[in-house]
Nanobody, 124 residues
Framework: QVQLVESGGGLVQAGGSLRLSCAAS????????MGWFRQAPGKEREFVAAISRSTGSTQYADYVKGRFTISRDNAKNTVYLQMNSLKPEDTAVYYC?????????????????WGQGTQVTVSS
């Protein structure tokens, strides 16, 4: 079992920045690909970004590429999502997730563990 707890969400004006954190506990953090997803009201959960277990390889959705940066600190069992140049359409609940596989996936169904989510609201 892996427990994930997100933090760092909040209300920000368009153009602003937020940094989300996801603290993991339980099994060895470095054994998991870590991903960030988001879900807006009335919409399906969608992929935002993911980072490999140890090489630091990353993948981003086109709609956040160049604005968001995912990183991880395996010594602190934490994954981060730095969000810059935020837009109102970025408003959603953001979830971190852990996948016990070697290859990054953009599919929510591939991830084994999920946090409870943190709300991000971007005002225009």
């Amino acid at each position: 079992q892996v427990q994930l707890v997100e933090s760092g969400g909040g209300l920000v004006q368009a153009g602003g920045s937020l940094r989300l954190s996801c603290a993991a506990s339980g099994r060895t953090f470095s054994h998991y690909v870590m991903g960030w997803f988001r879900q807006a009201p009335g919409k399906e959960r969608e992929f935002v970004a993911a980072i490999s277990r140890s090489t630091g390889s990353t993948q981003y959705a086109d709609y956040v590429k160049g604005r968001f940066t995912i990183s991880r600190d395996n010594a602190k069992n934490t994954v981060y999502l730095q969000m810059n140049s935020l837009k109102p359409e970025d408003t959603a609940v953001y979830y971190c997730a852990a996948d016990y596989r070697m290859i990054i996936s953009t599919l929510p169904s591939r991830y084994d563990y999920w946090g409870q989510g943190t709300q991000v609201t971007v005002s225009s």
